[in-house]
């Protein structure tokens, strides 16, 4: 999000989530399942719409919780295609609820979604797109690099000038972690 710490401070929409939630570091399932989704639902469409979404989304998919996401069936998909108060886009929605299966399954390999990024761990954004496109559905490399960026896993999400760029580094990203043992993303 180039310039997101110019607009974001003070902004009715984006000023708590640039200030509290992107780029700071995330290990909780829900929450990780809940990024990816709205990066998902974010293709095509602006950043703010998606905030201003987020809580009916949160709503209509039972919080993100990846067991309940997983079990949805024909009855909750026409329910998501009919709630207004979302993002209603079929192939988004079908990719999140196989996301949802495809994260159970990586509990039995990794412990979870938190541990299979973190077994990954560090990887420029090209290697990481590759991963991500092998083990779930719609991400490409937007997707994949806001998606890291946005849970700590590469830089990028402010400016070193940002008041909050101090904030995330005090409480050492993962990307902040492997950049000071030498290792260099190399982000295109």
Not at 38 to 59: D, H, P, T
Not at 60 to 80: E, G, H, N, Q, S
Not at 118 to 144: C, D, M, N, R, Y
Not at 164 to 170: E, H, N, S
Request: hydrophobic content about 45%.
């Amino acid at each position: 999000m180039s310039g997101y710490c110019d607009i974001a401070p003070g902004h009715a929409v984006h000023n708590d989530y640039h200030a509290r939630e992107y780029g700071f570091p995330v290990i909780d399932e829900r929450v990780l399942f809940e990024r990816l989704a709205l990066e998902i639902m974010q293709a095509g469409l602006s950043w703010e719409i998606v905030l201003k979404k987020r809580k009916a989304m949160n709503k209509a998919f039972d919080r993100f919780v990846p067991t309940r996401v997983a079990a949805y069936r024909a009855r909750d998909i026409k329910r998501l295609l009919a709630d207004e108060g979302i993002i209603r886009n079929r192939l988004k929605i079908m990719a999140i609820i196989t996301n949802a299966q495809r994260i159970i399954e990586l509990r039995k390999t990794h412990k979870g979604f938190g541990g299979w990024i973190a077994s990954h761990h560090p990887l420029t954004k090209p290697a990481w797109v590759k991963i991500f496109k092998k083990q779930f559905l719609f991400v490409g490399g937007e997707i994949v690099g806001e998606f890291l960026m946005s849970i700590g896993y590469l830089p990028g999400a402010h400016h070193s000038s940002c008041a909050v760029y101090k904030t995330i580094a005090r409480v050492k990203p993962p990307w902040l972690a492997a950049q000071k043992k030498g290792f260099c993303y190399k982000i295109i």
